[in-house]
């Protein structure tokens, strides 16, 4: 049943995020107000208090992929749209940022921008950044995707598709939806294959980047490349 004083519940919420912002709400306060518009006539605090404690996070529960959002009582397909609109606005504002800038200056950016896509991705995904002379971003592609601890790279398929884009540089991301973003000899393996069969063709390998939950390491910064 309807809680009688949602409406002056959901009132006084929106006066405090006015007067405060997003840092007046707790999570699950911001996570209720998220799902205002799409749920007009529940109590939304028992689904947002019940998303952070299955997903652990606000982060995470934006992220959290469509079937499993599913399992959440109350949770419609408009409310889910509704939180993956936001997850997928995120991600974008971020990527924006980066697109007249040259990446190795805006470095923190670039990390930002791959966590906010991949670090909650309950599967493997391989992307390249493919970056001009003047290290601007020509593309951003998720060359694979697999399963939850696995993900088939073609190094050759790399260069092909940067040699396409005119690239002269590459940035390499995955992510381990295990959490942990120690490489595996596999990886390190596969870095070193894209590196030698790009050298010879003048495209340059600038970094590697492993995106693990709410942590990263970078292959440059470990001195693999």
Known sequence: MTD????????????RFRNTGEQGLADYELLEFLLFSALPRQ???????????RFGSFSA????????????????????DSLQAVHAAVARYHRAE???????????KVIDYLQASMEHSSIEQFRVLFLDKKNGLLADEVQQTGTVDHT?????????????????ALILVHNHPSGDPTPSRADIQMTQKI????????????????????TNVSFRGLQLI
């Open 4 to 15: 009688p004083d949602h409406k002056g519940h959901r009132q006084r919420l929106r006066e």
């Open 43 to 53: 109590d939304t605090k028992p689904i947002a208090k019940a998303l952070l404690q």
């Open 61 to 80: 529960a934006l992220a959290a992929p469509r079937e499993r959002l599913k399992e959440i009582k109350g949770l419609s397909d408009i409310s889910i």
């Open 98 to 108: 980066l697109n007249e800038r040259r990446l190795l200056d805006s470095w923190s």
């Open 152 to 168: 088939p790279v073609y190094p050759r398929e790399v260069i092909r598709r940067a040699l396409e884009l005119s690239a002269t």
């Open 195 to 214: 590196i030698d069969i790009a050298r010879p063709l003048g495209i340059e390998v600038h970094d590697h980047v492993i995106v693990g939950l709410r």
